[in-house]
């Protein structure tokens, strides 16, 4: 399957790539986890696919379009909202709510405003500690209510990982949390 990028990903990581699946998520997955800074964060549109479950389905397509997702734009529908809110307290009759919709207009045109300058801020990854080594990214918790065997004797039975108050970094130094050296 051809994966076509646009936009900024087009810039950062070339225009089209082959992965071999037939699954539109599988490919997604398998691009992203070819290039070591690709934008976990970033939010994209896969051009014909609505659906989680559509992405997760296998199709005959031979080119997904990725492309950014376009998002924003709460500035300028908070600035309508503002004026339409001031419009209607000059138009309609002088009463208790005047000045609340006088107020609250105003409020919506300068959040707006403010929506419309301000960069969206962005989550720095760097300090995040490293992922464990010792147990599975997808099976390292329980759900609640599930059962924990408890047997006495020679049995053989499978377990769930508990962890507690645990750090990787110090597991991976042989030393454990609750001990003092």
């Known amino acids: 399957m051809k994966i076509v990028l646009h936009g900024e990903l087009a810039k950062r990581f070339g225009r089209e790539h082959t992965i071999q699946t037939n ?27 609505r659906t989680e479950e559509k992405l997760r389905t296998p199709t005959t397509d031979k080119e997904l379009h990725l492309m950014p997702a376009m998002h924003g734009g709460g500035g300028v529908v908070k600035i309508v909202i503002g004026v339409v809110m001031i419009v209607a307290a000059i138009i309609l009759p002088k009463g208790p709510w005047t000045p609340i919709l006088m107020s609250m207009g105003a409020s919506l045109i300068m959040s707006g405003v403010c929506d419309l300058l301000m960069k969206a801020p ?27 065997p ?32």
């Open 23 to 49: 699954v539109p998520a599988e490919a997604l997955e398998g691009l992203s986890r070819q290039f070591a800074d690709w934008p976990r964060e970033m939010a994209v549109d896969v051009v014909g696919y």
């Open 122 to 148: 962005t989550v720095d990854k760097s300090n995040d500690p490293p992922a464990s080594k010792y147990l599975g990214i997808n099976r390292n918790t329980v759900a609640i209510g599930t059962f924990i």
């Open 150 to 181: 408890l047997a006495y004797g020679r049995n053989k039975i499978a377990g769930h990982w508990l962890s507690l108050q645990s750090d990787s970094n110090q597991l991976v130094a042989t030393s454990f949390p609750a001990t003092t050296s």
